[in-house]
């Protein structure tokens, strides 16, 4: 369970984050043949792809549907805004944010494949891996350069008014919130480590005895 954030940047990571993994097993699939090299390609990116669509796209969506005020880190009152089941005016407008987001985080996993494949092939695996985690920790930093939006959890109006007063509440006193967050987390990032491990998995292949 991420924030609008940090989803984008976390999709294009996670993307980066195979490709620099398994970049012993694409440089040998280089060296083996094109073909070798294209349908290696397209497992990796079938990964990210997956990866993002069915894990951290999903996880991101349902944070943003329940919590939108907090998945947005009270930047905007947008989400907020967008369920209104009674203003019919305003239809199917206010569904966009939720769809242009979606797609995003998609793309964005994307880019991180095609972008980390490049730059192993070019040789350039450790700017990859500096590239991304320097992304991941700006991220991070912003995010909590915001304090206390992290941990209260409330809707728009109501932060920007008193953000430790009620029905603001810290994430760990909502207990459904806090509850939900573990459960979202777990789905989000589980399948990246599963995922990670398996590439790696098949570097260790590669190596004598491995």
Same mark, same amino acid.
């Given at each position: ?10 999709? +294009?990571? #996670?993307?980066?984050? +195979? ?8 440089? #040998? ?39 939108? *005020? ?18 019919? *005016? ?59 939006? %992290? ?9 920007? *008014? *008193? %953000? ?16 939900? +967050? ?29």
């Amino acid at each position: 369970m991420a924030v609008v954030l940090t989803d984008i940047q976390i999709a +294009f990571a #996670a993307g980066a984050l +195979f490709a620099d993994a398994g970049a012993p097993v694409i440089e #040998a699939a280089r060296r083996e043949s094109e073909a070798a090299l294209a349908k290696l390609y397209s497992s990796y990116m079938l990964r990210s792809l997956v990866y993002v669509g069915v894990f951290l796209g999903p996880v991101a969506t349902i944070s943003l549907l329940a919590y939108p *005020a907090w998945e947005t880190q009270y930047l905007s009152g947008i989400f907020d805004n967008t369920i209104a089941y009674n203003d019919t *005016a305003h239809f199917p407008i206010n569904a966009y944010p939720y769809g242009i987001f979606l797609g995003v985080v998609f793309i964005a996993g994307w880019f991180g494949n095609w972008l980390g494949f490049k730059w192993v092939l070019n040789g350039a695996r450790k700017k990859l891996r500096v590239l991304y985690l320097v992304i991941v920790a700006i991220t991070f930093a912003i995010v909590w350069l915001r304090y206390p939006a %992290p941990i209260q959890v409330c809707d728009y109006e109501h932060f920007k *008014a *008193a %953000p430790y007063v009620l029905p603001c509440r810290n994430y760990i006193a909502n207990k459904p919130f806090f509850y939900n +967050f573990i459960i979202l987390l777990l789905l989000a990032g589980l399948p990246l480590l599963i995922g990670f491990i398996q590439v790696r998995m098949s570097v260790k292949k590669l190596k004598p005895g491995g």
